[in-house]
């Protein structure tokens, strides 16, 4: 199982060595992944939660591909119905070329009304268009030229460079309604979801997906989590502990688990989306020590699995 890390790309500590700093702490300690967030526009509900300075994540991947050499990068997640597909695919394509085939596209259908009102984008037809869309990337990353009616229209237009990835990089959907799980087994690579508990994930979730996929006659897609990163003294008890809160112990006991569950990759956040406190963005460093403990101490990241 691989374990990666969800950089924090927006709030007071958010400047261009920072980020640098992020990377060349990732890749020095092993971890398998870097993965940013995503918006376009500063709206006040989304600067409310991810405070500016906001950093998008299309160009600040494709600089993050030039500062690092071998640990994969992506979203978690674009937000799909945000920019026109061709724009998403043709960046993609060339962002999984230029950095040696390290991309991997998280895809959401988002939750801002105003950043959406912004943009020119229709809110409540975000479902559809992320449908729509995730099918015209896919088309894209694996033909010589495509052709489109719909939302958008357009005629025999050329893809190359496609991704290097075959047959395209890793999709990974987030979300957790039923249409979620649906448009995972439809265009997805992998289910990616958050905020977890152990009840809904083992109740519901995973079989939720288990049965979208064998709606679609395929097998269940890969299960590619992100969960909290927050490391505390003592164990914190209760069915309603979020996963990778809790002692080390805990978050071992979690890690191991998913793997047992078929987890093929987890991203560790250590931002508090639950409580939507910005202060932890301020203590970079004290997030880089907690994962350089957990890379010690939990994972045997050379081995690619958990002790």
Known sequence: ?????????????????????????????????????DHVASTPAVDARYPAPFYE???????????????????????????HPLATARAFANLDQLSGGRMILGVGVGWAEDEFDALGVPYRQRGALTDEYLGILRRFWTNDSISHRGTVDFDDVQTAP??????????????????????????????????????????????????????????????????????????????????????IRQLHDDLARLQELGAEHVILDSFSTFDDDISVTRNHQGAWDAYARVAAEVFDLANESVR
């Open 57 to 83: 994540p299309i160009g600040t991947l494709g600089w993050l591909a030039g500062v690092t050499e071998r640990i994969a990068l992506g979203t978690t997640v674009a937000i799909m119905p945000y920019r």
């Open 162 to 247: 496609r991704p290097l990835q075959q047959p395209h990089p890793p999709i990974w959907i987030g979300g957790s309604s039923a249409a979620a799980f649906r448009r995972t087994a439809e265009h997805g690579t992998a289910w990616h979801p958050i905020r977890l508990r152990w009840p809904w994930l083992i109740d519901k979730g995973l079989p939720q997906l288990a049965e979208a996929a064998e709606r679609q006659g395929i097998d269940r897609p890969a299960f590619c989590p992100r969960i909290q990163f927050r490391v505390t003294e003592r164990p914190i008890a209760g069915a309603d502990r979020i996963l990778g809160e809790g002692s």
């Open 1 to 37: 199982m691989k374990v990666g890390i969800n950089l924090i790309n927006f709030g007071p500590s958010a400047t261009p060595e920072v980020l640098a700093g992020w990377a060349d702490m990732a890749e020095e300690l092993g971890y398998h992944s870097l993965l940013i967030s």
